[in-house]
């Protein structure tokens, strides 16, 4: 297969899977999660994707990266009206028990998944394909219409997630390019999620002691 129909395939299979296939299949978040983590290794085989886990450099720039973000979300939940904010944000997993959610569906259901689909695969096959400067655009930009059927499912406005997720696909990919390895963008990725999941339990703990 040619380098550009490759591309056009390799982007949409993971949008037609997200958006159309998997939610037809009418699975709860286990299910879901299984699904997309078999779709995600499959994917990421047929276009012999590259992860290269087990590399230092990824490790030290996803470390730094992940703390960055964790002291963002200390910063928030120390400050009240911030923290307020956090309070309100509601339950994202509210099939399965917390614990469940935050150390199995995230990094498994979300971040391996799109990791294996998106930085180890879709993103070098874009650069190869396109340059550097046009696969990373038409990469975050598939990343982002990836989240469009789970951000109407959530009741989120579909233009404002695309466009959030997008941009976090541009960090997710620069850290991709720069470390040669998905590892920095999975542990950035892991926290940003962690986190989210995280952040406003903390804060409404914080709010029901302080009554």
């Known amino acids: 297969m040619s380098s550009f129909p490759k591309a056009v395939a390799a982007v949409g299979l993971p949008l037609a899977w997200s958006n159309w296939a998997l939610p037809g299949l009418g699975l709860g978040v286990r299910g879901r999660t299984a699904a997309n983590a078999g779709f995600a290794t499959a994917y990421a085989a047929a276009f012999h994707g590259t992860p290269n886990w087990r590399c230092a450099k990824g490790f030290r720039y996803g470390l730094v990266s992940a703390a960055l973000v964790a002291a963002g979300y200390g910063v928030a939940l ?29 990094p498994v259901g979300t971040v391996y998944s799109e990791e294996m689909i998106f930085r180890a695969t879709l993103n070098p096959l874009l650069d190869n394909a396109f340059g550097s400067r046009a696969g990373t655009a038409l990469g975050a930009l598939a990343f982002g219409l990836w989240h469009v059927h789970p951000a109407r499912v959530a009741g989120d406005s579909v233009p404002a997630t695309v466009a959030v997720t997008a941009a976090g696909g541009v960090a997710f990919g620069w ?25 406003p339990r903390i804060a409404r703990l914080i709010e029901s002691a302080d009554k």
């Open 78 to 106: 120390a400050i009240p009206s911030l923290r307020k904010s956090l309070r309100a944000v509601p339950d994202r997993g509210p099939e399965v028990a917390p614990a469940e959610w935050i150390a199995v569906h995230i």
């Open 175 to 199: 850290l991709r390019r720069r470390t040669e390895s998905i590892t920095a963008p999975a542990l950035l990725h892991a926290a940003v999620n962690m986190g989210g999941a995280l952040a």
